[in-house]
T-cell receptor
Framework: GAVVSQHPSRVICKSGTSVKIECRSL??????MFWYRQFPKQSLMLMATSNEGSKATYEQGVEKDKFLINHASLTLSTLTVTSAHPEDSSFYIC??????????FGPGTRLTVL | EDQVTQSPEALRLQEGESSSLNCSYT??????LFWYRQDPGKGPEFLFT???AGEEKEKERLKATLTKKESFLHITAPKPEDSATYLCAVLRQAGTALIFGKGTTLSVSS
């Protein structure tokens, strides 16, 4: 099956610092990648959609200057949380889609901002 | 407005006690319906994609079905390892983003 990895799996940082999360499709080319945020006991909230080589499309209410997304290749997308604050603490999950409609999800990254 | 509603929110079963999870949807042109399983602290794991009414798919103890208004995930003789949150999502014809329901959390006790 299609495998998507994320790194790091957990990160703890101080308020005001920036954090980068990587999402890789390991065995397929991902034309589209998605970034989600999930709060405890809630469903996934789509933050943005990115296509390789294009600017990301952000959902309403998501600050594009705070959550920088880069999709530089067909196997790698990165999410950078700039000037992180405690309210940015959450579970961030990426997904990747290739030739089919199915999205395959990464294992998630737990971000804690102190 | 496109919407996905899952019921029940939580379901407790004894091992071997079969049941069904429901996903009802309203969407302007369904392209596909997806079922995922999510364990605590992990990303969703893909289970099934359904495209048209009447379609059914099976995997081990799970069977997913689709009608024009809803989908069911049938769990036959569940085991404790089937305990997880099951997420339903739809994809519109004119779109790339999945619309998720809130999930059903299944607990199977031995």
């Amino acid at each position: 099956g299609a495998v998507v990895s994320q790194h790091p799996s957990r990160v703890i940082c101080k308020s005001g610092t920036s954090v980068k999360i990587e999402c890789r499709s390991l065995d397929f080319q991902a034309t589209t990648m998605f970034w989600y945020r999930q709060f405890p006991k809630q469903s996934l909230m789509l933050m943005a959609t990115s296509n390789e080589g294009s600017k990301a499309t952000y959902e309403q209410g998501v600050e594009k200057d705070k959550f920088l997304i880069n999709h530089a290749s067909l196997t790698l997308s990165t999410l950078t949380v700039t000037s992180a604050h405690p309210e940015d603490s959450s579970f961030y999950i990426c997904s990747a889609g290739g030739d089919t409609d199915t999205q395959y999800f990464g294992p998630g990254t737990r971000l804690t901002v102190l | 407005e496109d919407q996905v509603t899952q019921s029940p929110e939580a379901l407790r079963l004894q091992e071997g006690e079969s049941s069904s999870l429901n996903c009802s949807y309203t969407v302007s042109g369904l392209r596909g319906l997806f079922w995922y399983r999510q364990d605590p602290g992990k990303g969703p794991e893909f289970l099934f994609t359904l495209y048209s009414a009447g379609e059914e798919k099976e995997k081990e103890r799970l069977k997913a079905t689709l009608t024009k208004k809803e989908s069911f995930l049938h769990i036959t003789a569940p085991k404790p390892e089937d305990s997880a949150t099951y997420l339903c999502a739809v994809l519109r014809q004119a779109g790339t983003a999945l619309i998720f329901g809130k999930g059903t959390t299944l607990s199977v006790s031995s």
